[in-house]
């Protein structure tokens, strides 16, 4: 199985400030055949389902605001941040689609300082 | 507008079997594979099954195959987990998701099993 080890576990971050999250797969998600990487991001809020923010690695959802972006390729990502507001407090999954079984990340949990 | 609306969740006992349900609508079911993802209380996301749309082919996770079985009625817009020999981990909350052409774009709510005697 591939996992995924995400960084730091959680963090706190003051509002307007940037919160970055890394991810690592132990081994690449990058498919040969079409140069994409499948690796996605999900944020979770309290009682609620996952909501998909980013897929491929970089591109964002409909609807999900531009603040949030995704980068990295092969086994390393960050999902961004750039701007912290209130209601992004929440936890971050990232997630595999590459192999099956689809794995994810342990959560980082991103709160405000 | 799409909605994934899962039931038939509740407390068993271990050894005990379950069936979950997640009923569909706003997209052409069909067409889209399936997948059931937990969620131990406080803990994080874990596959456990997957269905292509035409139903030919299925995924199981390790901690759950033989003991679990995916299905879907295309014709009833409906995805089904079958859950035998339950036990005590697998205590969670079991989502529904649609996968798009990527990854799963969209989920339920959610149903808690829980496995206790």
């Known amino acids: 199985d591939i996992v995924m080890t995400q960084s730091p576990d959680s963090l706190a971050v003051s509002l307007g400030e940037r919160a970055s999250i890394n991810c690592k797969s132990s081994?690449?998600?990058?498919?040969?055949?079409?140069?994409?990487?499948?690796l996605a991001w999900f944020q979770q809020k309290p009682g609620q389902p996952p909501k998909l923010l980013i897929y491929?690695?970089?591109a964002r959802e409909s609807g999900v605001p531009d603040r949030f972006s995704g980068s990295g390729s092969g086994a390393d990502f960050t999902l961004t941040i750039s701007s912290l507001q209130a209601e992004d407090v929440a936890v971050y999954y990232c997630?595999?689609?590459?192999?099956?079984?689809?794995?994810f990340g342990q959560g980082t949990k991103v709160e405000v300082k | 507008e799409v909605q994934l609306l899962e039931s038939g969740g509740g407390l068993v006992q271990p050894g005990g079997s379950l069936r979950l349900s997640c009923g569909a609508s706003g997209f052409a079911f069909s067409s889209y594979g399936m997948n059931w993802v937990r969620q131990a209380p406080g803990k994080g996301l874990e596959w456990v099954s997957g269905?292509?749309?035409?139903?030919?082919?299925?995924y199981y996770a390790d901690s759950v195959k033989g003991r679990f079985t995916i299905s879907r009625d295309n014709s009833r817009n409906t995805l089904y987990l079958q859950m035998h020999s339950l036990r005590a981990e697998d205590t969670a909350i079991y989502y529904c998701a649609k996968e798009s052409t990527s990854t799963y774009d969209y989920w339920g709510q959610g149903t808690l099993v829980t496995v206790s005697s």
């Open positions: 997630q595999q689609y590459h192999t099956i079984p689809w794995t």
């Open positions: 269905i292509s749309g035409s139903a030919i082919t299925t």
């Open positions: 491929w690695a970089s």
């Open positions: 081994q690449s998600v990058l498919s040969r055949s079409n140069n994409k990487n499948y």
